[in-house]
């Protein structure tokens, strides 16, 4: 991904937060992510994580509208998915869907309550409405009818070990593209 690229992202999440009032602590950790797919607007989504303790972490996420984050699990990991602003669009798998065949149903905690989703038929929650994600179910999201911000509420975040993503290609450590210098998005 461009830093430029990256930039923009950033700026746009920035304006986001501002326009409905969220307010960030000093000096927050911002990234963005192209997946290393290399077409953000396709698969794309910015972090900003607000705390990563042993028990428990916290971010703010904005994305596009359409701009989904890639079907993955955690081996670890559970977490809360919440529409913060806007609508976003989930689909949960109890497989692997690049190994198998979409088929069964997802037990899954939506608002507090169970419910039972068909793995691979896409849902949408709407602002306040959140998903509860055990390790294990794989899941992909992306905002509908405009950007979302998405807050993650989940147990502590070890990405370089806890994401498997379902597409190998995947890659969320790739360096940027340095065509523009670093700039941190003032919010
Ligand atoms: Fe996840």
């Known amino acids: 991904m461009k830093q430029s690229e990256i930039n923009l992202l950033l700026n746009e999440a920035a304006e986001c937060l501002k326009k409905h009032n969220w307010k960030l602590p000093p000096e927050p950790e911002w990234c963005a992510t192209d997946f290393g797919l290399g077409d953000y607007e396709k698969a794309g989504l910015v972090e900003v994580l607000l705390c990563n303790e042993p028990e428990y972490c ?23 998915i919440i529409v913060r602003h806007g609508r976003v669009k989930f ?3 109890n497989k692997n869907p690049e190994e198998n065949k979409a088929e069964g149903t997802v037990e899954i905690k939506i608002n507090r309550k169970m419910e039972t989703k068909k793995s691979g038929e896409p849902f949408e929650l709407k602002e306040g ?7 294990g179910v794989w899941h992909e999201f992306a905002p509908v009818g405009g950007p979302a911000l998405i807050g993650e509420v989940s147990t502590y975040c070890n990405e ?3 994401n498997v993503f379902a597409d190998k290609k995947v890659d969320i450590f790739q360096a940027p593209e340095a065509d523009e210098k670093v700039a941190t998005p003032c919010c």
């Open 58 to 80: 916290e971010k703010i996420m904005y994305a596009r509208e359409n701009m989904v984050t890639p079907c993955h699990t955690h081996y670890e990991k559970k977490e809360d």
């Open 91 to 93: 689909t949960l798998w």
């Open 160 to 162: 370089e070990i806890d």
């Open 129 to 135: 409405e959140r998903v509860t994600l055990t390790a």
